[in-house]
């Protein structure tokens, strides 16, 4: 990978465009396959109930499995990444996802559609949205917010998939349905080849970047991640560290930043020191791989604790509607085709709320955490309120001003993720924030699904739902706290604050 990166073309700043729309339509369409067909689940949902007789906590493991390993698997995804590149994690979280739901077809049992369908889709849904995440970053700054937008509005399209979905069910019953949608999400390796790696030139590009000097770390040494912050600060280093490093008494010009960013053009990644390079490389690569996997540097940070809180409660509330809602509706006594409709309906209200809040959030007009809180306050309200939507028109209503919101605060996850981690080391902030987001997901549908055998209605579902989202909301009220402390640990002239 270090290869291929030094050969990538430098540029003087964030493209904000160019080859980054290819880079967006890619995450567009992961979003519309990996994120449409695990929406759907709730119509497989009441199909898996009636094959295989299971309970509603029963099926939703399932789900939850494929959901939670999306996020949970975000640590083994950088690590991946960095083993084999951008465009190889895709393609290969491309065939995990397609090779579930192939052999998905041939389940006999719940355990086993816990692996085929849980498993193996989740963690290339892992790869896959990881991935398309972070190169977007890479390639847009000015307008992360509408890029996002546009790219997470592919989840809208379960408009289409949803009707689709239940069609193909009627015409080739599930294990065909399955088996079609395989197929088509190999349509993502084609799609994976225009993730084109691109580097950013600092502020100071004939500098060589490290994040500590520690001599014993050997990532001061070596660096292993590529990133476009622009805040470097230059110091010299002399006798000590040279002749630890068994070098003559020199001095080099080296500017720190918090991502390990070696920008000295093909030779980036590796300080060029002669006697020792190749030690150096090998205990590198050791030492980064270790501390990748689960970077506990991060819990020290207060920004991603707040971030952390909010992800793992949003995301354990979203699932819940989404897979119960045609559920609920059946015990209503709706149709199950006409239940796909508010899936339907929900798709294209959401897809419509993501693009105008992204191009909102990119106004700047109130800071893009304001607008995160205030979607997930409206969310929670919504499904407390959910319960007394009894008839097909309230439930529409339901499902309408959810999506309004839902696809709101959603558009801004990883715009605030960007501003809160100030760009750096995405990779690990997002992949350990989606660890402890898995984590929650996983129970989160079983829950419910206990909840509904238990009481034998799903009210108490979306009451849960409701206050998961209320609570996500409050850890953003310490942003201020946090960003006055992290203010006074920096010296005068370095205090920023998040926009």
């Not at 939703?60 to 949970?72: D, E, N, Q, T, V």
Request: charge should be positive.
């Amino acid at each position: 990978m270090q290869k291929r990166a030094g050969k990538t073309q430098p540029y003087n700043q964030t493209l904000d465009g160019g080859w980054g729309w290819m880079i967006v339509f890619h995450f567009f369409l992961v979003n519309v396959l990996v994120m449409g067909m695990t929406k759907n689940f709730a119509i497989f949902f009441v199909v898996f109930q009636e094959e295989f007789e299971g309970t509603s906590e029963q099926i939703g493991w399932i789900g939850s499995i494929m959901s939670s390993l999306r996020f949970s698997a975000g640590p083994l995804a950088a690590i991946i990444c960095e083993m084999l590149g951008e465009k190889a994690t895709s393609i290969l979280g491309t065939l995990l996802f397609a090779g579930g739901y192939l052999i998905s077809s041939w389940a006999t049992s719940i355990p086993f559609l816990c692996v085929t369908m849980g498993f193996l889709p989740g963690l290339g849904s892992a790869f896959l949205y990881q991935v398309a995440a972070v190169v977007t970053t890479k390639y847009f700054k000015k307008r992360l917010a509408l890029a996002t937008a546009i790219a997470r509005s592919g989840m809208g399209l379960t408009f289409l998939l949803a009707p689709f979905t239940k069609f193909l069910i009627d015409l080739y019953d599930w294990t065909g349905a399955l088996i079609l949608f395989g197929a088509i999400a190999l349509n993502l390796v084609p799609s994976s080849m225009l993730l084109r790696p691109i580097h950013i030139k600092s502020e100071n590009n004939s500098d060589i970047k490290v994040s500590s000097l520690s001599a014993n770390d050997p990532e001061t040494l070596c660096g292993t991640e590529t990133s476009y912050s622009n805040e470097t600060q230059e110091f010299f280093i002399k006798d000590s560290i040279m002749q630890k490093a068994g070098q003559p008494d020199k001095i080099f010009t080296v500017s720190q930043n918090q991502n390990e960013e070696f920008n000295n053009g093909p030779n980036r990644n590796r300080l060029l020191l002669t006697s020792n390079e190749e030690n150096c490389k090998k205990k590198a690569v050791s030492w980064s791989y270790k501390l990748k996997l689960f970077d506990v540097s991060l819990l020290r940070n207060p920004f991603f604790c707040i971030f952390t809180w909010s992800f793992l409660l949003s995301q354990l509330a979203y699932f819940i509607p989404t897979f119960h809602l045609v559920a609920r509706a059946k015990t209503l006594g709706i149709d199950v085709m006409d239940a796909s409709y508010l899936v339907s309906v929900a798709g294209i209200v959401e897809t419509v709320s993501q693009l105008i809040s992204g191009w909102v959030a990119d106004q700047n007009w109130i800071r893009k955490y304001q607008y995160h809180k205030s979607y997930l306050i409206f969310c929670g309200i919504t499904n407390l309120l959910a319960p007394l939507a009894t008839t097909f028109s309230l439930l529409m209503t339901y499902t309408i001003f959810f999506a309004i919101f839902a696809g709101g605060y959603l558009a801004l996850i990883l715009p605030v993720l960007v501003d809160l981690s100030k760009n750096s080391r995405v990779h690990r902030f997002l992949g350990l924030a989606g660890f402890f987001a898995g984590m929650a997901v996983l129970s989160g549908p079983p829950i419910a699904g206990w909840l509904y055998d238990s009481t034998e209605t799903y009210t108490g579902s979306f009451y849960f739902s409701g206050t998961c989202y209320l609570l996500s909301s409050l850890s953003f009220f310490f942003v201020p706290l946090a960003e006055r402390w992290k203010s006074e640990q920096l010296p005068e002239g370095k205090r920023t604050t998040i926009k």
